[in-house]
Each structure stands twice: as C-alpha cells, then as structure tokens.
C-alpha cells in the first residue's frame, strides 16, 4: 500500500474544514440616493439613483471584474452621453471626489479645483471611453457627472448585504449584455437602471408607481421600497448613512422628491391651479395620502472620506435594529426616525434571485419578469 505524505493529509483536512465549517460569504451593497442640485434640479427634483457594490469592482468603465483585497468597490449606474454606453462603473472614492486616495480629499473645493481634479482623473483612467467625450452641461450629461458626485450633492447610501453567487450573476450579466444606451427620461432613466438590479437581489419589490409618481420610477421612490422591504425582512440588514457635500463649489442640495411632491410643493403648484384646479386638488390630496413618506432617518451616520470602509462592513446589532423590536413608521404620513438594520444571510429572503451567469444576457429580461 503506497505511503501519503503528512503534507497531503493536512491539505485535505484543511480543505474538508473549510467547505464544512467556513462561514458563508457576505458583502455589502448600497442604493445611492442622491440629492437634486443646481437649475436642473429645480427643474426636475427628483436626484439621480446609482448603486454601489462591495465586491464589484471596475476593470475598465464598462468592465466589471472581483475586487482585490484592499479595493472598495465600485459605483454602477446609467448615465446619459458616455460614448453610447447604457452604464459604467467607478471605483468609490473617485466617484464621490475625483481622486484615488481618502487622503487626497479636499475639504472645501472651488470651480477651478473641481475641475482640475475631475480633468486628471479623466486622463489617468477615463481615455478609453473617447478622446472627445463631451463634459455635459445644464440640460444633457457627460464624462463629469461620473467622477465628484460629492463636490455637486448630497448622497444617502442604504446599505445591503448580498451574497457572492448574487453580485457574480449580476456581474456576469451586465458584462454579457450589449451596454448601449436606451436613455429616456420617462422609463429608461437612472432609477430604472437600479430598479431592475435590485429586483435581481429582491425579486418583484421595485416597480414602477401610479400613486404618487404617474408611473415612473423615481430614486426617492425606489429608497422607500427598499426601506419597506428592509423592515419586512430584517435580514436585509439595511443601514442608512449619509455622504455630505463637500462645500463650496456648488450652492448645497436638496432633498430629493417624488412626481407628485414635486408638483405641488414647488413653483410647478401655480399654473397647475391655474390651468385645472381640480387636478391640483386631486394632486394634492394624493401627495398628503401616498406622497410624504420619508425613507431617511432623522439622524443617519455621517461617513466622511475617512469612513467609506463602513459601507463595507456588515450589519451589526444595534439598539435601534428592527430585528430587536424597535417600531419604525414607514407609513406616508410619518418620518422614519431609525435606521434599518438587521442579520442574517440575506440569500435566506432573495430565493430565486440568483441566476446562473450568461442565462439572463440583460437586465431588462428580469424587469420584464418582475412587473
């Protein structure tokens, strides 16, 4: 009988041990709401979704790949006028600052500063997507809505915990899809995009809603559903933080707003009274209904650049944790006053929502499944 070497013996063990006791890999993920800003967002106050993934990173702008160790992850949304592209990927910091290290953050910026920052960032990592690559202005996006979204807004990040079979199906399909861009305002917007991505995680929770938004899918829209879930299903383990604006480059944000608390808590209330005052009244009877609900807590955490590792840690109990009893009113009428927490294998509410990579070649395959 052949002898086997102590060596081999171990390896196996070892091998045994970690497929039977090794702990179940989790990650984080986050919905970025992120806050209207400058005259197009008075114009349309309803901000701009993206999501962002522990595990994902960026091997180019429209290539995802598993992140290495020391590596935060990155931010995926659709943007309008990158080259055709329907979405690209960030690393986080630059996504949030225009720079690749923490350190590197100013704590308050000028015009000239943004701008010099977003332009050595493009030069390094962003060549690929075109030489001529416009910038974007009032009306259109461009090449600078993907680098320094903190020097231009707010953003509130709803932490998630997935699991590595989700983020690799997702991965698998968004760099299997064709990537050409459907922009449209309406019904192909940012919201959409992060719509269809979390029905992959939570499927047939995010649709879109006639009561209060006419239809369409809003960001602030889709944060409440996350919320709403969250609350149903602990082991989510939502955590909600905010990333503040970096001051001085533009005036601050604000909040972001549904379809019909846009139309009747802006400029746009005075010619709908106008023009129909019986539509203003049904709007404003269904905004104080189904409109004024606040997926944001009143306090949430605030992550610096110091602090973004946070979004990459999970969910820990907490005195104001839904799985420890605590009541949050998601009601439209009331203000959620915790944060949503929770434990747990979040595989344990998704059933079904993995896929094997390559069977669902685009998201919108699973939005059509899902609404």
Request: with cysteine.
């Amino acid at each position: 009988m052949p002898s086997i070497r102590p060596s081999r013996i171990v390896a196996f063990v070892c091998i045994v041990l970690g497929t039977i006791c090794g702990p179940h890999g989790r990650a984080q993920a986050a919905l970025l709401m992120e806050e209207p800003y400058g005259w197009f967002g008075a114009l349309n106050p309803t901000g701009h979704n993206a999501i962002y993934f522990e595990r994902i990173c960026a091997d180019t702008p429209v290539r995802l790949r598993h992140c290495q160790p020391g590596e935060l992850g990155a931010v995926i949304a659709r943007y309008q006028g990158i080259d055709g592209y329907d979405w690209v990927a960030i690393p986080l910091i630059p996504y949030l600052y225009s720079v690749e290290n923490a350190s590197e953050v100013p704590v308050h910026v000028d015009r000239e500063m943004v701008k010099r920052l977003r332009d050595q960032y493009r030069e390094a990592h962003l060549e690929s997507l075109g030489a001529n690559l416009p910038a974007g202005n009032l009306v259109r996006g461009g090449w600078t809505q993907l680098v320094g979204a903190a020097y231009e807004r707010r953003i509130y990040a709803f932490r998630f915990e997935t699991t590595p079979e989700q983020d690799d199906a997702l991965m698998a399909r968004l760099n299997a899809g064709p990537n050409r861009s459907s922009f449209n305002l309406l019904f192909e917007n940012c919201a959409d995009f992060v719509r269809l991505i979390l029905n992959s995680y939570f499927p047939s929770t995010f649709r879109r809603s006639i009561f209060p938004d006419a239809g369409l899918t809003t960001p602030k829209q889709t944060a409440y559903k996350l919320v709403k879930y969250a609350r149903k299903h602990p082991q989510t383990g939502l955590e909600i933080f905010e990333i503040p604006q970096i001051p001085g480059y533009r005036r601050m944000s604000h909040s972001a707003k549904g379809i019909d608390e846009s139309l009747v808590t802006t400029i746009y209330a005075v010619p709908i009274v106008l023009l129909n005052p019986y539509l203003a009244g049904g709007l404003f009877a269904d905004y104080l209904v189904r409109g004024r609900y606040h997926p944001i807590p009143r306090h949430p955490e605030v992550l610096g650049p110091d602090k973004l590792s946070v979004l990459t840690a999970s969910a820990a109990p907490h005195e104001n944790s839904v799985s420890a009893g605590t009541t949050t009113d998601l009601s439209p009428s009331a203000e959620t006053n915790v944060c949503v927490q929770g434990q747990g294998d979040v595989s344990n509410c998704t059933a079904g929502a993995t896929a094997t990579p390559g069977a669902t070649p685009s998201l919108r395959g699973i939005g059509a499944a899902n609404e």
